[in-house]
Structures are given as C-alpha cells and as structure tokens.
T-cell receptor
Framework: GAVVSQHPSWVICKSGTSVKIECRSL??????MFWYRQFPKQSLMLMATSNEGSKATYEQGVEKDKFLINHASLTLSTLTVTSAHPEDSSFYIC????????????FGPGTRLTVT | AQSVSQHNHHVILSEAASLELGCNYSYGGTVNLFWYVQYPGQHLQLLLK??????LVKGIKGFEAEFIKSKFSFNLRKPSVQWSDTAEYFC???????????FGGGTRLMVKP
C-alpha cells in the first residue's frame, strides 16, 4: 500500500521557538494532504487541508498564522508551528490522498511535539 | 456538517469473544465510511472501507462492517477476537462530495489473553 512518512517522529523545543514537521508521500502523488492533531486518549481533530500549489484551508478555531502549512510539491507538505507554547504540545499526524473522489487517506506515523 | 459518534469508549473482552463496535454518523448525503485501527505506538491503518455496493464489507484481519443506511450506522464486527486486536479503533466518514474525513471519538479495545 501507499506509504506516508513524517519527520521528525519526535521533537522537543523551547517555548517561543518554531518547529517544522514534514509529511511526504513516498510512492504516490498526493494532490491533497491533511494535518490532524491528536490529544492524549482523544480522537483526531482535523486542523487543515492542504492542496498542492494553493493555500491551505484551516478548520474553525485553528490559527493559520500559528500553524503554517506549505504544500510545495505533490509529495511534500510541511507544518510549521510558530512561536510554540506548551499548550501546542501534542501528536501531529498528516495524511495524504492520491485521487478523488474515491481515494482513501493514508496516514503518516505522527510527530510528537513537546514544548518546554 | 458531518459528525460521527462511537458509543463505546472502552471495551474489554476475553480472547475468542465476539466483538461489535458501534458507529453512527450524521450526514445528509452519500457517504464514504471507514474504520481505522491504531495499535499501541503505531500509526493509523485502514481496516476496511465502504464506498458503494454490498453493505457488508470485509476488511483485513477478519474484521467486517455493515452499512445500514436507514440507521446511519456502520458497526464493526469480528466473530472471535485475539489478544493482538488490542488497539484503538476509529470510525470515520467522508461526505461523498466533500474533502474532509471526520473521525469518531475512538474505542479503546483491550483483549485479555
């Protein structure tokens, strides 16, 4: 099946710094990528939808200036958490879809962000 | 707007017991339905999906789910669980004309050996 990778898998940063998380589709072209946030023992919450070559669409309540998303190519999307604070600590998961409307989403392994 | 509810938050079963996890969704149009599994320390994996056709869908590892349109349900079943089925299970729905996958709250299954 299709593979989606994320890098890094785990990152610790100091409050006030920025962190970039990469999401790559390894063996297919993803016109659409999704970024989710998962709090401990909770479900995934969609943060934003990213289409290659265009601006991301953010869900209500997600600050687009804080969570910068760039989908520069058909195999790479990045999420940058700017001026991170401890409340941004979470598990961030990306997924990628290869075709629409019947394409399923393939999930990355997630990135655990801890802000100290 | 679409929403998904999973009724059971925690389920504990003994090996060989039968499993049924409930999933109900709210959406006014045609939907695509999914069940995902997240094993401890691993990422989400697709168990099965329903797009159209036979409402009884068979997935990997002996799981199946039945789409009942009149009840807006897509319950997950397995006749005999194994210890290795211990994981968290998520039901998800994607409105056919839409882009967004909405997840239920998840059900944490523990299978006792």
């Amino acid at each position: 099946g299709a593979v989606v990778s994320q890098h890094p898998s785990w990152v610790i940063c100091k409050s006030g710094t920025s962190v970039k998380i990469e999401c790559r589709s390894l063996d297919f072209q993803a016109t659409t990528m999704f970024w989710y946030r998962q709090f401990p023992k909770q479900s995934l919450m969609l943060m934003a939808t990213s289409n290659e070559g265009s601006k991301a669409t953010y869900e209500q309540g997600v600050e687009k200036d804080k969570f910068l998303i760039n989908h520069a190519s058909l195999t790479l999307s990045t999420l940058t958490v700017t001026s991170a604070h401890p409340e941004d600590s979470s598990f961030y998961i990306c997924s990628a879809r290869d075709r629409w409307p019947a394409g399923e989403q393939y999930f990355g392994p997630g990135t655990r962000l801890t802000v100290t | 707007a679409q929403s998904v509810s999973q009724h059971n938050h925690h389920v504990i079963l003994s090996e060989a017991a039968s499993l049924e996890l409930g999933c109900n969704y709210s959406y006014g149009g045609t939907v695509n339905l999914f069940w995902y599994v997240q094993y401890p320390g691993q990422h989400l994996q697709l168990l099965l999906k329903y797009f159209s056709g036979d409402p009884l869908v068979k997935g990997i590892k002996g799981f199946e789910a039945e789409f009942i349109k009149s009840k807006f349900s897509f319950n997950l079943r397995k006749p005999s669980v194994q210890w290795s089925d211990t994981a968290e299970y998520f039901c998800a729905v994607n409105g056919y004309a839409g882009n967004m996958l909405t997840f239920g709250g998840g059900t944490r299954l523990m299978v006792k050996p």
